[in-house]
């Protein structure tokens, strides 16, 4: 199935009534995105004393959360040598500590609540395939060992899958990421107010009260949170210059394990993302900058080749998905500028939003009750880092290789007979002719940057090759930060 994930068979939102605004709306909290990151940090706000209400462009559960694998996971690649080499050991352990901890407080939510979501307890391995990958492997186990983490070194997987060397830790999770998503929304809408199909447009501030204009009327809160995965908005915050975008594309098929479940994710440039859920094994690969490979088609045949290839197996599910990136390897987390202390985010997970996100709802939920939290300055928004500043100029070049192309190149060869980029009266549009002979005709700039659109010949939409947002052939958003179609209105 084209772009459907496995998790998405179950069916969660569209069974919610969906209120409208009517006009205004106050509230003390408005947070924008009903993710993991959304719905969690309401959950950690319901008991407060303050009106907490969530708006959704589209439905709870629905956006990048529900394309995830869903890995509960502290065993992150390479992440630990990384951060220490941003920052220090002593940020290392404190990230470290933060993934620990996120992943504590999912299993208590989980049986508080009592939620039915598959949670499963599993060993998870890191592996390289390559003979460089050795050395960073045995680092990454160095660090881990050096605060307490039981660590063996593997030769091979559980399943027969080629790989040089690897490290296996205990104590990591899965679980079904829109199964627990649509029980905590169960819990959280007795107290929170809940608004589907509501987009946020712009924000604006009068005497200390923000005012969110959306689609359906404006909304006055004292406190925003923005979770609505990337920012459609650029100041404050500057999130496009301090982090870039990755896709990957994951295919899931019936497999017979003879092991017990495990997951295993590898630190090559190539990546291999391996986890299984009931009898099906769920693989993740062909992951790319957003802006270095803009043959979408291709990526998709690439990564259902792979999977093909490996597993002896057709894909019954292919999907592909997209996540912020950090230049530093932290995320994104907490007040955005010291002039608007009312103005929170949570954003960059680097791939790793099941914990990240919940850590940040809890992170946000702190700052607001004013309570304390250790995790408050590792996050800040507001860092300024060498790793950054540097990673800013690289991600700039790539911005700029993939502006180029696309203007330069504006039919490339990938495209079929059916696409075209034409000039019209001075301003581009893409055109895309269906299977009848039906002409779809839409604005060829992202609105939220003015980055020129891709056409994705495999799922038929315009795509951004810069910061990720998606348009159907009449030019509807599908995903952000754009939050303006690109429709031809005359
Ligand atoms: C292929 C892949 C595999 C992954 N696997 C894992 C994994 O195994 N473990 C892990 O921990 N992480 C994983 N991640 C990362 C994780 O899935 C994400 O980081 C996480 O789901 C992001 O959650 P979120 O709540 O921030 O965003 P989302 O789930 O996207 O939620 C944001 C919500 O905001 C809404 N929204 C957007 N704009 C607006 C607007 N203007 N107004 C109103 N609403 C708006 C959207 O509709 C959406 O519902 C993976 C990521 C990818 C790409």
Redesign the pocket.
């Known amino acids: 199935m084209n772009n459907h994930s496995i998790w998405e068979d179950f069916q969660s939102a569209e069974n919610f009534p969906s209120p409208k605004i009517k006009k205004q709306l106050e509230t003390d909290i408005l947070i924008?995105?009903?993710?993991?990151?959304?719905i969690s940090t309401a959950y950690f706000l319901m008991d407060s004393p303050l009106k907490v209400t969530i708006?959704?462009?589209?439905?709870?559960?629905?956006?990048?959360?529900?394309?995830?694998?869903?890995?509960?996971?502290y065993l992150q690649g390479t992440i630990y040598q990384d951060i220490e080499k941003s920052f220090s050991t002593k940020t290392s352990k404190c990230y470290f500590d933060s993934q620990r901890e996120s992943i504590d407080l999912i299993k208590n939510i989980i049986e508080k609540e009592n939620i039915h979501c598959d949670l499963e307890k599993c060993n998870s391995f890191i592996f390289t395939k390559e003979n460089q990958g050795i050395t960073k492997i045995n680092k990454e186990k160095q660090l881990l060992e050096s605060w307490g983490v039981k660590c063996n070194v593997v030769n091979q997987l559980p399943i027969h899958f080629p790989i040089k060397y690897g490290l296996e830790v205990q104590d990591t999770y899965t679980f079904h990421p829109l199964k627990y998503i649509n029980e905590l929304r169960i819990k959280v809408q007795e107290k929170v107010k809940i608004y589907e199909q509501?987009?946020?447009?712009e924000i604006t501030k009068e005497k200390n009260i923000f005012k969110v204009k959306t689609n359906d009327g404006i909304i006055t809160a004292k406190y925003v949170i923005v979770?609505?995965?990337y920012p459609?908005f650029i100041k404050p915050g500057f999130i496009p210059i301090k982090t870039y975008i990755?896709r990957?594309y994951?295919n899931s098929s019936k497999f017979k394990l003879d092991s017990k479940p495990f997951t295993a994710i590898s630190i090559d440039t190539n990546l291999h993302?391996i986890?299984f859920y009931k009898n099906y094994i769920i693989y993740?690969s062909n992951q790319h900058r957003l802006t270095n490979k803009i043959d979408y088609k291709k990526n998709y045949q690439q990564s259902s080749n792979d999977f093909k290839r490996l597993f002896s197996k057709e894909p019954e599910y292919t999907w592909m998905?997209?996540?912020i990136i950090s230049n530093d390897n932290l995320p994104i987390i907490g007040i955005m500028h010291k002039k608007e202390p009312n103005l929170l985010i949570?954003?960059a997970?680097n791939?790793?939003?099941?914990?990240?996100?919940t850590i940040a709802a809890k992170i946000l939920s702190d700052i607001i009750m004013k309570k304390p939290n250790s995790y408050i300055k590792l996050f800040d928004p507001q860092r300024i880092t060498t790793t950054g500043i540097i990673q800013s100029i690289i991600g700039a070049i790539h911005y700029s290789k993939a502006y180029i192309q696309t203007t330069i190149k504006k039919n490339p060869t990938f495209y079929n007979e059916h696409v075209y980029i034409m000039k019209i009266n001075g301003k581009y549009y893409g055109i895309y002719f269906d299977y009848s002979g039906k002409k779809h005709i839409v604005e060829h700039k992202c609105p939220h940057m003015m980055c020129n659109l891709v056409f994705n010949d495999k799922e038929k939409t315009w795509d951004c090759p810069c910061h990720g947002s998606r348009f159907d052939i009449e030019g509807n958003i599908i995903e952000?930060p754009a939050?303006y179609s690109i429709k031809v209105t005359d």
Do not use: P
């Not at 995105?33 to 959304?38: L, P, S, V």
């Not at 708006?55 to 996971?73: E, H, P, V």
């Not at 509501?198 to 447009?201: D, E």
């Not at 791939?351 to 996100?357: D, L, P, Q």
């Open positions: 924008i995105g009903g993710g993991i990151t959304g708006i959704d462009k589209s439905y709870i559960g629905k956006g990048i959360t529900c394309k995830t694998t869903a890995k509960l996971n509501t987009i946020a447009l979770a609505c995965h459609f990755k990957e994951v993302s986890r993740g998905n997209q996540d949570a954003t997970f791939a790793w939003g099941m914990t990240n996100g952000g939050n």
